[in-house]
C-alpha cells in the first residue's frame, strides 16, 4: 500500500525531530564529560581500552595497560600530524607532536570511562536516526524537500565521530576541542534546516525583527557559545599554570576560591559582556512591542520570542556569575552547555520561521 504524502513527511520529521533531540543530548553529555574530566575516560576509540564495553575494575586490564593504549595513541598523532603536514600546517603538526601532555598515559578510573563511554553510545544512536533520516529521504526524494540539508548534516555528523577519535588522540587538544563541539552545532542546524523545508516551523510574535535581524542575533549567540568554548579550554591551560585563582588563593571567595579573569584574554571579555548587549536589546524590543499584543498571563508570554530568549540570557548571565564566583562547578558548568545550546537552537527556529513567512508575503 502506498503512503499519502501526509504521512510520509509525518514519519520524515519524527526521525528528524528524534535526530535533532538525540544530537542535543550530546550537548548536555559532552558537557557532563567536559565538567567530570571524562574526555580521556576511555583512551582509545571506538572501543574503550580494548572492549566494546569499559571493564569495571583496573584488575581486568594488562598490567602494562597504560604503556600500550599510549603507545596506540601516539601512533594515531603521528598519523593526523602528517595529515596536517600536507595540508601546509607543518606548525600546528609541530606544536602536536612536541606536546608533552600528548605523551601523558591514562590511569584507569571506572566512573570516569562510563561516562565517556555513554557519550560515545548516544554519538552511535544519533548517527543511526540519521541514516534511517537519510534512508527515508531517499525513498522517498521526490516527495521530501531538503534533502540537501539531510546530507549535510549526516556528512557534519559523521565528520564529527571522527573528530571525537582526534579529541581522544590528542589527549584534549586546545582547538580541536572546540571545532568538536562546533561541528556538532553545525551538524544540528542542518537537520533543523533539513526539517524545516519539509514541513515549516511556525512561531508568532516575531514581526518587530525581520529574518536579517533574527540571523544576526543568531550569529551573535552563535559566535558567543563558541568564545565560550574557546574559553574553557583556556580555563583549563590556567588550571594547569597554577594561575586560575584570584592571586592563586583557592579559598578567595567564601572558601570556594575564585576564577582570576584578569589574566584571561579579550575574547573571554566579548563571551563575558555581550550577552549583556542582547539582553538589553531583546528588553528594549520588549519595550516597543504593540501594547495591545502584550499579555498580561505567564503562559502569554512564554509564546513570544522575545521574552524567551530574555528569560534565557538572564539564566545563562547567572550561570556565569556562578562559574567566576566558585570556578565552573561541574553542575554549573553542564547547565551553561544545555541553557546555551538551547537559546542558539531556538533563535535559530525563529529565524527559519520568519524566513518563512517573508518568502510566502513576498
Not at 85 to 104: E, M, Q, W
Not at 140 to 151: D, E, H, P, S, V
Not at 275 to 296: D, H, N, Q, S, T
Not at 349 to 358: G, P, Q, R
Request: some cysteine.
Amino acid at each position: 500500500m502506498q503512503r499519502s504524502n501526509d504521512s510520509i513527511l509525518k514519519l520524515y520529521r519524527r526521525i528528524g525531530f528524534l535526530t535533532c533531540s538525540s544530537v542535543f543530548l550530546l550537548f548536555f553529555l559532552g558537557g557532563l564529560v567536559r565538567a567530570t574530566g571524562s574526555g580521556m575516560g576511555c583512551p582509545d576509540w571506538p572501543k574503550c581500552f580494548g572492549l566494546w564495553a569499559p571493564p569495571n575494575c583496573e584488575c581486568k586490564l594488562p598490567a602494562n595497560y597504560q604503556e600500550i593504549y599510549l603507545q596506540k595513541r601516539l601512533q594515531k598523532v603521528e598519523r593526523f600530524a602528517k595529515v596536517l603536514n600536507g595540508l601546509g600546517f607543518d606548525s600546528a603538526a609541530k606544536r602536536l607532536l612536541n606536546d608533552p601532555s600528548i605523551k601523558a598515559p591514562e590511569v584507569f578510573h571506572p566512573v570516569k570511562a562510563w561516562i565517556e563511554y555513554i557519550n560515545r553510545l548516544f554519538g552511535v544512536l544519533s548517527g543511526l536516526f540519521a541514516l534511517i533520516y537519510f534512508g527515508i529521504m531517499l525513498r522517498y526524494r521526490k516527495t521530501i524537500n531538503g534533502k540537501r540539508w539531510a546530507l549535510l548534516g549526516l556528512f557534519f555528523l559523521l565528520l564529527n565521530g571522527w573528530l571525537g577519535s582526534l579529541v581522544v588522540a590528542t589527549n584534549l587538544l586546545p582547538g580541536v576541542v572546540t571545532l568538536h563541539f562546533l561541528l556538532s552545532f553545525l551538524c544540528l542546524f542542518a537537520y533543523m534546516v533539513s526539517m524545516h523545508r519539509a514541513k515549516s516551523f511556525s512561531f508568532q510574535h516575531t514581526d518587530i525583527l525581520n529574518s536579517r535581524k533574527w540571523f544576526g542575533l543568531w550569529v551573535a549567540v552563535f559566535a558567543v557559545l563558541i568564545l565560550g568554548a574557546w574559553t574553557r579550554e583556556q580555563v583549563d591551560q590556567m588550571r594547569l599554570a597554577g594561575t586560575l585563582y584570584v592571586d592563586g588563593d583557592e579559598t578567595a571567595f567564601l572558601g570556594f576560591g575564585m576564577l582570576d579573569i584578569f589574566v584571561m584574554d579579550w575574547l573571554f571579555s566579548l563571551h563575558r559582556y555581550v550577552p549583556f548587549v542582547i539582553l538589553g536589546w531583546m528588553l528594549w524590543l520588549i519595550g516597543k512591542e504593540p501594547k495591545a499584543a502584550l499579555e498580561p498571563e505567564f503562559k502569554s508570554k512564554l509564546r513570544r520570542p522575545l521574552w524567551v530568549i530574555s528569560m534565557i540570557c538572564i539564566v545563562q548571565i547567572a550561570l556565569g556569575v556562578v562559574h567566576i564566583w566558585f570556578v565552573i562547578p561541574s553542575w554549573a558548568q553542564v547547565s551553561h552547555v544545555v541553557v546555551g545550546s538551547g537559546l542558539i537552537s531556538y533563535i535559530f527556529a525563529v529565524y527559519l520561521s520568519t524566513l518563512s513567512k517573508e518568502l510566502k508575503n513576498s
